[in-house]
């Protein structure tokens, strides 16, 4: 059916790349556990990562493609790390409650 | 001939005195201190009297065979032009004029200051700040040159201002004395009720003849002879009233007795020779603009006839020697202005210059009294200093015989003349000869009182410094005497031919005749006799009777002492209400500036209030304030690269499905 | 067939992110990021960029969500607590969700010259060179100095995570010896 051979318009992806990023936002603002909304973050990196080899795709050019993958890179980096401060904030203050972590010095 | 380029060096000289004993006299060892304040004023004097002996050269040379100097010739002045002001149509430059008026006026400036400062060598070897005295005494002959020297009322009066500057610095000398301090405060501010009328005359000089030059109104007026207008009375009475309050008149001579808290050359200085004197030459200068205004010259008459009654009724009874000093000098100016009000300039200024010398002389000697008598200036606890001082006492005798008017002594010669051209003036001015007379009869009673009560009797009290006095001081005493006893010699008739054209009046004088002149000056010499002998009688041959006569009329007498409570007056009408009137401003300036400035600390301490909530640590809050901020920036963003257009929600299309 | 894997797939990621934001243990919000990020990997496929499919997978899922899983149990994150709440959250935060998602809604509807997905194409401006060959001839001629950048990153980060996490006296150290003994 021609239904089913449509192709795609690269403005679905992007849309669906920003709900996604819009989604993180929210679970940024709403969620009460660290390591939660540490998560949150991660999936808006990935929403933006989308974009990007949407783009890539549309404008055929690779290096979109090579910016997702040093993305990804910083970003397993800074998933190790942020997990590292978030257990050295929890054995601080035996809390993993946003909300309770609100004075600056550990 | 351009001698003139060498004017500027007059004040010069003083000015640098002043600066560098201002700047670095307290380093200085006291010798150069000296040097450099005692060479300013001779510098000053070398060259004025090189320039007024080309005056009379010239005149003398011009005219061979008249044994008189006459006039004729003359250079009518070197002036020396410098571009100052061009703004529109106001054009001033600093232009210094040398005629025979201000060479006359300068002779005096600049030779009595120098005397003056020697003595001061002598008489300030004690005090601390010698540096700074020097410096300010230099500052002040700067400034009196300038305005002597000044060809235009606006250089002029930047003198006037800069004499009145010197003079509260030195009255206020001793400004760990609160008295003294008050002092120069109460002169400068008096003062400035007299500048006041004085800018307000310049004001109406500009508007009416749109320039300040001296020289450019006088050829102004000479092409319009018959110009009578109201708008010159109102300035001269304006000018009148800048010289009232420079020249301590009616009513603006309150701060004089008080500037007596100053060093005694000060006053002899500023208070009797210089400074005071600068009214009576502000309108010899502008005796032009005063001739064309009858009234204007009626005014100043009777100014002066009232202030030398009065201020001579006042020193009648002064216990202090300086204060007895000081209203004998408020009434002689009043004399002086008597002069300028019957239009006998020259006689104004030969009295200028007569009295200059004598008055500097009773200064200077009552201050080497008081530095006998170690700081003493009572007169009741004076006495017998006949014997101790010697040369004091013969040339404080000079001056007191000069002031009172006898022959052939120098007050002679130069009160007559003013008594005479004022008799002469119709029955108004018969008044003001007879107010003169009294006058006279109450100078020669109080300086001889003084003469009596300081050298004369029992002493009663100590002398503390029996050493002589030194040498410093004496020369200048001595120089003083011998120009009290000589001074008046010059002749009144040769003086006023030098300084005719300069002073002479506009309208003829009426003439007398010379047999009226000596009966009036018989009369007025036997009446400065009473007054002797009235004083000899009270205070030397029945000392106790004055007591006497002062419980019997107790009110007139206190009247008298406390200076008919003219002080109190004022302070009662004028200084009162405007102390209350300032607290209330001020009081309201204070409310409005806590007003603004509590309003901006509260602004400050609520914005502060609102952002501290922003510090909450909460990190959802800043998770929150993190999107909006990302939200703004892209809208903003893309809102300024019209990217987006806010009627979106207009143009939207639906899903855009192919 | 591209449109069904793609609603399919976008699906999945829509309704692990949803999930992600509705689950109280954290647990389950890492199981549904690990359902997004394989969806996504697939969406990266339909878009012909296979080798970053495969990349996502391995670093994202297989790496990336195993530490976050791990730290969840070691630090054994309970249900979430219903704590004071941020008001700022609520009354700023989510307007400024919904203006930013409406301002890219806007933009993306209005965007002029997107085209369409073609499956199997791939980047097609080199024809007969699959994706990996593209990509390494990039990363490798011009990007090498930050490719090796990237790597002494991950060095660093893997230091500063020991130095972090590190217990100081090391009771983990003692424990060992006792046991040891």
């Not at chain 1, 021609?2 to 969620?31: E, N, R």
């Not at chain 2, 009160?415 to 003001?432: N, V």
């Not at chain 2, 030098?498 to 007398?512: E, F, Q, S």
């Not at chain 3, 490798?140 to 230091?159: D, N, R």
Request: aromatic letters at 12%.
């Amino acid at each position: 059916m021609s239904f089913l051979q449509h192709d795609v318009p690269i403005s679905w992806y992007l849309f669906l790349s920003a709900v996604l990023f819009s989604l993180g936002v929210v679970g940024f603002l709403i969620k009460r556990n660290l390591i939660t909304v540490f998560m949150s973050i991660e999936l808006m990196l990935n929403a933006v990562n989308l974009s990007f080899v949407a783009f890539a795709y549309q404008w055929h050019e690779v290096r979109g493609q090579i910016f997702v993958f040093f993305v990804m890179m910083v970003a397993a980096a800074e998933a190790a790390v942020g997990l590292a401060i978030i257990i050295a904030v929890f054995r601080a203050r035996s809390t993993l409650a946003v909300d309770r972590i609100d004075l600056m010095k550990l | 001939m351009n001698e003139s380029a060498h004017l500027w060096l007059i004040p010069l000289f003083p000015f640098l005195g002043f600066l560098l004993n201002g700047i670095l006299g307290s380093r200085l060892p006291r010798r150069l201190v000296s040097a450099i304040g005692v060479l300013a004023p001779l510098v000053s004097l070398v060259v004025v009297l090189g320039d007024f002996g080309a005056t009379v050269i010239s005149a003398a040379s011009s005219c061979p065979t008249c044994g008189q100097v006459t006039a004729l010739a003359l250079p009518a002045s070197e002036s020396l032009s410098y571009p100052w002001l061009a703004i529109g149509a106001l054009h001033v430059d600093f232009t210094f004029v040398l005629d025979q008026l201000s060479a006359v006026m300068l002779l005096v400036v600049t030779g009595v200051g120098f005397l003056i400062h020697v003595y001061s060598v002598g008489y300030m070897k004690d005090e601390p700040g010698y540096a700074r005295y020097f410096s300010f005494l230099n500052l002040f002959l700067f400034f009196m040159s300038v305005l002597v020297l000044a060809g235009n009322f606006l250089l002029m009066f930047v003198g006037w201002e800069g004499v009145g500057l010197a003079s509260y610095l030195l009255i206020g000398f001793y400004f760990s004395r609160t008295s003294a301090a008050d002092a120069g405060k109460k002169a400068f501010i008096v003062n400035r009720i007299g500048d006041f009328g004085f800018l307000i005359g310049i004001f109406l000089v500009l508007t009416t003849f749109s320039t300040l030059s001296f020289s450019k109104i006088a050829a102004l007026l000479a092409v319009s002879p018959d110009w009578h207008g109201p708008v010159l009375t109102v300035i001269c009475l304006c000018l009148l009233v800048g010289a009232a309050g420079k020249s301590a008149q009616l009513p603006l001579y309150v701060w004089l007795p008080d500037a007596m808290e100053g060093p005694t050359p000060v006053s002899a200085l500023i208070h009797a020779a210089t400074m005071v004197t600068a009214g009576v030459y502000m309108i010899a200068r502008t005796h032009l603009l005063f001739d064309r205004s009858p009234v204007a010259l009626w005014t100043v008459a009777i100014v002066g006839a009232a202030t030398a009654l009065f201020a001579a009724t006042i020193g009648l009874v002064q216990n202090d020697i300086k204060r007895v000093l000081a209203y004998s000098t408020i009434s002689q100016l009043g004399y002086m202005f008597m002069a300028c009000g019957v239009a006998a300039y020259s006689a104004a200024i030969f009295h200028l210059v007569m009295h200059a010398f004598f008055k500097a002389l009773l200064f200077l000697a009552a201050g080497s009294v008081i530095h006998a008598m170690g700081g003493e200036q009572d007169l009741r606890r004076m006495g017998g200093l006949r014997t101790k001082m010697p040369v004091t006492f013969w040339t404080m005798t000079a001056a007191v015989v000069a002031i009172a008017g006898f022959p052939p002594f120098a007050g002679f010669f130069s009160k007559d003349p003013i008594l005479y051209a004022a008799f002469l003036q119709g029955t108004g001015g018969k008044l003001l000869w007879l107010v003169g007379l009294i006058t006279a009869l109450l100078t020669s009673f109080y300086m001889f009182r003084l003469w009596y009560l300081a050298f004369f009797g029992e002493p009663r009290s100590e002398v503390k410094h029996h050493h002589s006095t030194q040498l410093s001081m004496l020369v200048p005493l001595v120089i003083l005497g011998i120009l009290s006893v000589c001074g008046g010699w010059i002749g009144i008739e040769r003086f006023s031919a030098y300084l005719a054209p300069v002073a002479a009046a506009h309208r003829p004088l009426p003439t007398g005749n010379p047999f009226l002149e000596a009966i009036l000056s018989i009369v007025a010499v036997l009446v400065a006799l009473e007054g002797w002998l009235i004083a000899d009688k009270y205070y030397r041959r029945k000392p106790e009777r004055p007591a006497a006569i002062a419980a019997a009329l107790p009110t007139g007498y206190k009247v008298l002492l406390n200076k008919y409570y003219v002080d109190e007056i004022y302070g009662a009408l004028i200084v009162k209400p405007l102390l209350a009137f300032s607290k209330f401003g001020l009081g309201g300036v204070d409310i409005l500036l806590a007003g603004v400035a509590w309003l901006f600390a509260g602004i400050a301490s609520i914005t502060g209030m609102i952002l501290q909530r922003w510090q909450s640590g909460n990190l959802r809050s800043y998770a929150a304030w993190l999107a909006a901020g990302a939200a703004a920036v892209l809208i903003f963003v893309l809102l300024s690269n019209g990217w987006l257009h806010l009627g979106f929600a207009v143009g939207w299309k639906g899903w855009p499905l192919r | 067939m591209h449109l069904i894997l793609f609603f399919l797939f976008a699906g999945f990621c829509l309704a692990g992110a949803i999930n992600l934001l509705l689950q109280t243990h954290p647990i389950n919000s890492a199981l549904s990021l690990i359902v997004v990020m394989t969806s996504l990997a697939v969406l990266y496929l339909l878009l012909g960029a296979e080798f970053l499919a495969i990349a996502q997978i391995i670093v994202y899922s297989g790496a990336v969500m195993v530490l976050f899983t791990f730290v969840v149990m070691l630090l054994n994150a309970g249900r979430e607590e219903r704590t004071l709440g941020s008001r700022a959250a609520s009354r700023i935060g989510f307007p400024a969700v919904v203006a930013l998602f409406a301002v890219l809604a806007t933009i993306l509807l209005h965007a002029q010259g997107l085209g369409s997905a073609h499956l199997g194409e791939g980047l097609s401006n080199a024809p007969g060179q699959s994706n990996l060959v593209l990509l390494s001839q990039v990363l490798f001629h011009e990007l090498l100095l930050p490719f090796e950048v990237t790597s002494v990153l991950i060095l660093i980060a893997i230091l500063g995570a020991v130095a972090i996490a590190h217990v100081e006296g090391s009771k983990i150290a003692g424990s060992e010896r006792t046991a040891e003994k």
